[in-house]
């Protein structure tokens, strides 16, 4: 059974930083593709960041330059490094895996099959 669990959230005022964290498990971590998507109140999930199992690295416009994702194959972790945080970044975020490649799946969160329970993040001014 695919199980992913974020860690990381919190409150932080703007221009911070916070790191996010995902343990997965029961699956092949370095095989399957993951991603961060986030959902604010009254607003669809969007995609934040993805990377494929090559390594590969895909992120929004949005935060582009201000936040990295990265894995640990060997202790089954992803992360999603985030500095100069805006309070428009504040929601709550999800870590989502899926065994396809990114190119196929895109940041598109239909497209992804596994989901954790999310983490909170919360940007003040």
């Known amino acids: 059974e695919v199980q992913l669990a974020e860690s990381g959230g919190g409150s932080v005022q703007a221009g911070g930083s916070l790191r996010l964290s995902c343990a997965a498990s029961?699956?092949?971590?370095?095989?399957?593709?993951m991603g961060w998507f986030r959902q604010a109140p009254g607003k669809e999930r969007e995609g934040v960041a993805a990377?494929?199992?090559?390594?590969?690295?895909s992120y929004a416009e949005s935060v582009k330059g201000r936040f990295t994702i990265s894995k640990d194959n060997a202790k089954n972790i992803l992360y999603l490094q985030m500095n100069s945080l805006k309070p428009e970044d504040t929601a709550m975020y999800y870590c989502?895996?899926?065994?396809?490649?990114?190119?196929?799946?895109?940041?598109?969160?239909?497209?992804?099959?596994?989901w954790g329970q999310g983490t909170q993040v919360t940007v003040s001014s």
């Open positions: 989502a895996a899926d065994w396809s490649s990114g190119w196929v799946i895109g940041l598109k969160s239909i497209n992804w099959h596994y």
């Open positions: 990377i494929d199992s090559d390594g590969s690295t």
């Open positions: 029961g699956y092949t971590f370095s095989s399957y593709c």
